[in-house]
Each structure stands twice: as structure tokens, then as C-alpha cells.
């Protein structure tokens, strides 16, 4: 019965959060902005693929990138390869950790503190609003600031929250371990599929869509929210790694 109720209320509180933004005249409506908030000139007022075509904000479509955030086109388009490099440098560093303090019988690591009934409760309706915001950075990575390596690190953030405020409290490894795994291994198919569709790895091989929708950009959304889903696994392990012993 608590976990309903606990859910609720994060339910109502993200409500509230969401219609006190949304009623805020210092707030632009969600799309109601001036692109070049976000993107270079350059970017903005020229199509690449032809010079004499203007590109418009929620208009313009088939562009040959097409996010309405230009360092999404650059790190998760153009050189989406060395962003595939990046996030296995952090799967090696998760593995070394897990090499050197993982094993088969560990525990949760005993705090100094006791954590009272207030703090466990905070901190549950918390972690629901820092995970959803985590992925709504990661979903949106292509249209605003953000995307899927500060939304993972905002998940793996909302994990270490629960560690820190309940001493009992100990993650599902084993699911993380397998999103982990998924999330690299379909990137690296979609950069074969594009290999084989468009001749390059990596290629942005779907429809771009209308630049600034939801639904734009071709692969690069799945791209980032793959990233996300690998980014906060990497390190919710790191952190159970480093609060957890061998159990004697």
C-alpha cells in the first residue's frame, strides 16, 4: 500500500511542478523558441545540402541532420563514432571496478548513520522526479540543451539518492547489467544497418522529419537514448560496486 501511495504522490507533485512551469509567463511555452538559442547561424539559416534553401523552425523538413541542437548534430551525428568510443571508455572503467571490488556474495556496506523514516520517504518521491527528469534530458537531446550523457548521469544520480538515504536498499544488478549490454549492443547495430543501407557506419539512415519535432532527426533520438540507458547503468554499477563488501 505504500509504494501505491508513494507513487502517487511523486504523480501529483510532478503534476504540479509541470503546471507551475507551464503558468509561468518567464517560461516560453515548450517549442515557442528562437532557434538560434540553440543552434549556430550558420546552421539555422542554410540548409546544408543547399545553400539557397532557408531553414525555419518547425517548418523546414529533410534537412541532412535535422536536430534543432547543433551539438547534437556534431556528437551524435557526425561523429557518432567517437561518441561510440566514449561510452565504451566508460564501460572499461566500469568493468575494472567491477573486476576489482565485484563478487558473488556482497552486501549492502553498513552506514555510519541511521536514516529515519522522513529521509527513506523524501527520497523515494524524489527519485521519481530526478528519474523522469533524467529521461525526458535524455528523450529531448535532440531538440534542447542536453541529451543522453547528462540524463544517464541524472539516472545513476536518482539511484545513489535511494543508496545514501536508506541503508537497506540494494539495486537489481543483474537488470542493469543486461540494459547495459542492450543498449551498447543496438547502437553498434544501428551503425551496421546504416553501413549496409547508406555505405557509411553510423549513417543517418531514417526520415529527419520537421526540424524541432519530437519525431525528427532520423536515428539520432535513439542514438541518445540508448547513450542514456548505458551512461546511467555504467554508473549505477560503479556505485553499487562502492557500496557494497563481501559478505562474511
Known sequence: MKHVLAFIFVIVVGGMIIYALQSNDQFTQYGDNDP???????????????????????????????????VTAIVADYRSFDTLGEITVLFISSLGVALLLGGVNKKRMALNYTPNFMLRVGSRALFGIILMTGIFIAVHGHLTPGGGFPGGTMIASSVLLLYLADDQFRTK?????????????????????????????????LPTGTLGNLFSAGIIPIIYVLIGLKVGSEITGIIDNFLTEEAL
Do not use: C, H, W
Open 36 to 70: 538560434r538559442q540553440t543552434t549556430s547561424d550558420a546552421y539555422i539559416n542554410r540548409d546544408v545540402r543547399d545553400t539557397n534553401q532557408d531553414v525555419i523552425f518547425g517548418e523546414s523538413d529533410d534537412l541532412e541532420s535535422a536536430p534543432a541542437n547543433t
Open 173 to 205: 544488478v543483474t537488470g542493469f547489467k543486461l540494459l547495459e549490454s542492450f543498449a551498447g549492443m543496438t547502437y553498434v547495430i544501428i551503425g551496421l544497418v546504416g553501413l549496409f543501407i547508406g555505405g557509411y557506419f553510423l549513417e543517418n539512415f
